[in-house]
């Protein structure tokens, strides 16, 4: 099979990178025999029910994000949940096998094909993916209070909440101001940047509506808590006797971990960031390692597992999901329709 220029140029630059990472792991690394036999006493009950509630979060997050897009796009040509929670379920196939954050413009280019061309359609639904991110701070926010009164943690990884937190807010705010006003005339050589303005900013409209914003900010504080009781379902099936807030931190760094994906799921620093704090609790590191190991492949298995459902459904290829992003950057350029009166309009 024949790989692609731009492929091979991208895996002759990352590829010596991860081996280079692989051999410092398993040469620094822990005992791993003993990392190993902490999957040995794994309680499969507990692993069926945290695959059912990450399933559960995967849904109510698929339906924080209709939330928003209803409030972007004119009622007939609003989806429905089922091509709303496809499209979302293949954006999270994208970001578990593909470097970088590729699945956001994932799920637009394949909600973007049920939809009409030329209308700014794709410009909008991109605007609703950042609006629709910007809602994880509202639980962000909840959980890292909980954990900074409730949990034992390490100084760095305050500081790192710290960071986040502030920056989170910053932009959340940034983006009400946007959504709220009026984009002024700009010059005759930037008609493009304002046509890509406005159509991010008709999809972020859900921020000018008090109760459907509340609504999308409670699903997706919902879909925080449902994932947050996976996770200690998770510790559970290992056999480690935390309270709820180790499973907060757990959770909360975990999501800090996968902000700047270096590569497909930051497999090895995302277990050392869950292993670390749990040794707080009297966790040994081999078995935090190892259930660091075994939440992520949990996560990805429903991922990959209800992405590649949706993949065949759509009648699409793994080659075509790599494609997708550079076809929604694509569909951007077209031009928007014409705005439209908002009065009487309600979610």
Do not use: C
Not at 30 to 39: E, G, M, Y
Not at 115 to 142: E, S
Not at 180 to 190: C, I, S
Not at 285 to 306: A, C, H, N
């Amino acid at each position: 099979m024949r790989i692609p220029r731009s492929l091979a140029g991208r895996l002759a630059l990352v590829l010596p990178g991860l081996v280079a990472l692989g051999f410092l792991f398993w040469w620094r690394g822990p005992n791993w025999s003993q990392v190993w036999d902490a999957f040995r006493l794994v309680e499969w009950s507990w692993i069926s029910i945290a695959l059912g509630l990450n399933l559960l979060s995967v849904m109510i997050r698929g339906a924080a994000w209709q939330t928003v897009i209803r409030q972007a796009l004119l009622p007939p040509r609003r989806p429905s949940f089922g091509h709303v929670f496809s499209a979302f379920s293949i954006g999270l196939l994208a970001n578990a096998v593909l470097p970088g954050r590729i699945g956001e413009l994932a799920r637009v280019a394949v909600l973007a094909r049920r939809m009409p061309r030329g209308q700014g359609v794709t410009g909008r639904l991109l605007g609703t993916v950042f609006a629709h991110r910007l809602f994880d701070l509202v639980p962000a926010l909840f959980l890292a209070a909980f954990v900074l009164a409730t949990a034992r943690i390490p100084r760095w990884a305050v500081t790192s909440l710290e960071i986040v937190g502030i920056i989170g807010v910053a932009l959340f705010l940034a983006t009400i101001l946007i959504a709220g006003r009026e984009l002024r005339p700009l010059p005759e050589g930037a008609r493009a940047i304002r046509r890509l303005l406005s159509m991010a900013q008709q999809g972020l409209h859900v921020m000018r509506e008090p109760r459907q914003a509340v609504l999308a900010a409670v699903l997706q504080t919902a879909g925080w808590f449902v994932q947050l009781l996976a996770v200690w379902a998770m510790m559970k099936a290992f056999g480690i006797d935390a309270p709820l807030p180790a499973a907060a931190v757990v959770l909360l760094l975990m999501n800090v971990a996968t902000i700047f994906p270096l590569w497909p799921g930051n497999i090895g620093l995302l277990q050392a960031v869950v292993a670390l704090p749990l040794v707080s609790y009297g966790v040994a590191y081999p078995t935090g390692l190892g259930f660091g190991l075994g939440l992520q492949v949990l996560e990805m298995s429903v991922g990959v597992g209800i992405g590649l459902l949706f993949l065949t459904r759509e009648g699409l290829s793994f080659a075509m999901l790599r494609e997708m992003p550079a076809e929604a950057e694509h569909q951007q350029e077209a031009p928007p329709e014409r705005p439209r009166a908002r009065a009487g309009v309600s979610g």
